[in-house]
Nanobody, 127 residues
């Protein structure tokens, strides 16, 4: 069965860094794109970025460009979200999603196009 599982969240201080992982199983990881999303309590979920199946293309939300980096290691069936220079407003539950998607623009596929979601991992940025 198709599954993605996030890990790596935790409590960090402002300015700190964290690397989140998204481990896939039950599907051909190297032909599925990965999207990263986050949701703060009481807020709508927002897309952070996405990476193509091969890893050749990445797109990012403007507000996280230069601080967040999406990558993947298909040999390990794992994608990553490197969070750097974290701010309190980055606090939330971070999700990865996957689907057999492709795109031609500089924006990621809309949230509702992703069919398969992980359970999320909590990131808290606080002193």
């Amino acid at each position: 069965q198709l599954q993605v599982v996030e890990s790596g969240g935790g409590l960090v201080q402002p300015g700190g860094s964290l690397r989140l992982s998204c481990a896939g199983s039950g599907f051909p990881f190297d032909v599925y794109a990965i999207g990263w999303f986050r949701q703060a309590p009481g807020k709508e979920r927002e897309g952070l970025g996405c990476i193509s199946s091969s890893g050749s293309s990445t797109n990012y939300l403007d507000s996280v460009k230069g601080r967040f980096t999406i990558s993947r290691d298909n040999a390990k069936n794992t994608a990553y979200l490197q969070l750097s220079n974290l701010r309190p407003e980055d606090t939330g539950v971070y999700y990865c999603a996957t689907d057999r998607l492709s795109w031609y623009s500089t924006t990621c596929p809309a949230e509702k196009r992703w069919d398969y979601w992980g359970q999320g991992t909590q990131v808290t940025v606080s002193t």
